[in-house]
């Protein structure tokens, strides 16, 4: 299968501060990324889609001015999360998809921390 | 709303046995339907996929559809301790869609 390579795979951050998950999709090209987050005993929520050159699609419930995304090229995603606060400690999962593709290849997670 | 609902679990079953595992989804219109297998701390790993009505296999996986029900469900053959993980039902409603997860059933083998 394809290969989608997140970074990093664990952060701490202080509160108040920013941080940035690349997601690179490293032998096809990423039309389209999906990123979820995950808290601890619950499913993957997803939280925005991002086209290629396009503004991302975020879901109901998650601010956009927080988790900024940004899909500039066919191979690299990434996810900022700007000012972060305790509670956006979690596991944040990158997912890829082709063009014309159905199924998403899935980076290895982020765990982020924030104290 | 778009929903996928799967019982949390824990389910537990001894190793060797067949281990159930089942899915609904609200969406009529949903046509892909995925499997994840994801153990803790890990993101989820594709188990298999099925489009089409009936049952698919792959090794000691198979998926079974029935889209008229709106179930999607998944057997796990000869069950291994390795086996022990949580497992995420995902529908796409249509090509291209977006991949919503229902809240995963922890399976438990033991040896």
């Known amino acids: 299968g394809a290969v989608v390579s997140q970074h990093p795979s664990w952060v701490i951050c202080k509160s108040g501060t920013s941080v940035k998950i690349e997601c690179r999709s490293l032998d096809f090209q990423a039309t389209t990324m999906f990123w979820y987050r995950q808290f601890p005993k619950q499913s993957l929520m997803l939280m925005a889609t991002?086209?290629?050159?396009?503004?991302?699609?975020?879901e109901q419930g998650v601010e956009k001015d927080k988790f900024l995304i940004n899909h500039a090229s066919l191979t690299l995603s990434t996810l900022t999360v700007t000012s972060a606060h305790p509670e956006d400690s979690s596991f944040y999962i990158c997912s890829a998809r082709g063009l014309g593709g159905t199924e998403a290849f899935f980076g290895q997670g982020t765990r982020l921390t924030v104290v | 709303q778009k929903e996928v609902e799967q019982n949390s679990g824990p389910l537990s079953v001894p190793e060797g046995a067949i281990a159930s595992l089942n899915c609904t989804y609200s969406?009529?219109?949903?046509?892909?339907f995925f499997w994840y297998r994801q153990y803790s701390g890990k993101s989820p790993e594709l188990i298999m996929f099925i489009y089409s009505n009936g049952d698919k296999e792959d090794g000691r996986f198979t998926a079974q559809l029935n889209k008229a029900s709106q179930y999607v469900s998944l057997l796990i053959r000869d069950s291994q301790p390795s086996d022990s993980a949580t497992y995420l039902c995902a529908v796409i409603y249509n090509q291209g869609g977006k991949l919503i997860f229902g809240q995963g059933t922890e399976l438990s083998v033991k040896p």
């Open positions: 991002s086209n290629e050159g396009s503004k991302a699609t975020y």
């Open positions: 969406d009529r219109g949903s046509q892909s």
